[in-house]
């Protein structure tokens, strides 16, 4: 099945640096790809979708200038968290979806292993 | 707003019983549905979705899982439950935008 990869598996930083996050698609070309935050017994919040070659687009309440996204090509999106602060600390998850058929979506989104950030 | 309601947090079961768990959905729209395992230290791994025809669908592992439109519902099923079975389940939607919308997710301990 497909695979997606996210490095660091683990990152621990000071407060007020930045800290990337590699989200890979290892057998596939992933046109779209999400980064979702998980935080201690509760389910995944969807941050942004990433497109290839365009822009993200952010959920709402998720501050695009501190969290930003770069979807440089078809199997590789990062995610930077700019000048972190120790409420950033969480665990970053991405998945990303290849298109399956055309019209409406039928994409299934394959999960990376997720990479916990803490900021100290 | 859209949003997935999973009733039940925590479950706990011995080995060989029944399980359903409990998914309803709030979307006007037509929705692809999912289920996710996250077994404990791995990753979210796919179980089985919904996108259209048969609304009893099979998954991995002996799981399925049935869409009941006018409940706006997809309770997952699983006849004999193991101890490998152990993990927290997620249900999620999406609709035509790709944006995959999760409940809160359930805890299932399955004891030997």
């Known amino acids: 099945g497909a695979v997606v990869s996210q490095h660091p598996s683990r990152v621990i930083c000071k407060s007020g640096t930045s800290v990337k996050i590699e989200c890979r698609s290892l057998d596939f070309q992933a046109t779209t790809m999400f980064w979702y935050r998980q935080f201690p017994k509760k389910s995944l919040m969807l941050m942004a979708t990433?497109?290839?070659?365009?822009?993200?687009?952010?959920e709402q309440g998720v501050e695009k200038d501190k969290f930003l996204i770069n979807h440089a090509s078809l199997t590789l999106s990062t995610l930077t968290v700019t000048s972190a602060h120790p409420e950033d600390s969480s665990f970053y998850i991405c998945s990303a979806s290849e298109p399956t058929s055309i019209g409406f979506n039928t994409d299934t989104q394959y999960f990376g292993p997720g990479t916990r950030l803490t900021v100290l | 707003a859209q949003s997935v309601s999973q009733h039940n947090h925590h479950v706990i079961l011995s080995e060989a019983a029944s399980l359903e768990l409990g998914c309803n959905y709030s979307?006007?729209?037509?929705?692809?549905l999912f289920w996710y395992v996250q077994y404990p230290g791995q990753h979210l791994q796919l179980l089985l979705k919904y996108f259209s025809g048969d609304p009893l669908v099979k998954g991995i592992k002996g799981f399925e899982a049935e869409f009941i439109k006018s409940k706006f519902s997809f309770n997952l099923r699983k006849p004999s439950v193991q101890w490998s079975d152990t993990a927290e389940y997620f249900c999620?939607?999406?609709?035509?935008?790709?944006?995959?919308?999760f409940g809160s997710g359930t805890r299932l301990l399955v004891r030997p």
């Open positions: 979307y006007g729209g037509t929705v692809n």
């Open positions: 990433s497109n290839e070659g365009s822009k993200a687009t952010y």
């Open positions: 999620a939607f999406s609709d035509s935008s790709y944006k995959l919308i």
